[in-house]
């Protein structure tokens, strides 16, 4: 059982910067595909990027892609998003996930931070 625990959510200005982190314990961290997704007010959960189990290789959404960033640390059990030029259409919940190489869905779920970029 793999727990995620995610932080560095605010309220931030339109233009600035934040870097989520999701911490993952309980598992073999390096075994997992990780996630990002959001959720607005209103709105069905989206996938915003992610990230394979060596780090080597990202993918996006497009509506964030250029701007955001996911990178991972084995090491350290953790996951990060960077999120730079920050739009108010960005605020939502940012939740996390991990998926087991190999399986089709993920597996795990962070309980979410808030994001609230205003104008």
């Known amino acids: 059982q793999v727990q995620l625990v995610e932080s560095g959510g605010g309220l931030v200005q339109a233009g600035a910067s934040l870097r989520l982190s999701c911490a993952a314990s309980?598992?073999?961290?390096?075994?997992?595909?990780m996630g990002w997704f959001r959720q607005a007010p209103g709105k069905e959960r989206e996938f915003v990027g992610s990230?394979?189990?060596?780090?080597?290789?990202?993918r996006y959404a497009d509506s964030v892609k250029g701007r955001f960033t996911i990178s991972r640390d084995n090491a350290k059990n953790t996951v990060f998003l960077q999120m730079n030029s920050l739009k108010p259409e960005d605020t939502a919940v940012y939740y996390c996930?991990?998926?087991?190489?190999?399986?089709?869905?993920?597996?795990?779920w962070g309980q979410g931070t808030q994001v609230t970029v205003f104008s």
């Open positions: 996930a991990a998926r087991i190489i190999g399986a089709g869905n993920y597996n795990y």
């Open positions: 309980g598992g073999t961290f390096s075994r997992y595909a």
């Open positions: 990230v394979t189990w060596t780090g080597g290789n990202t």
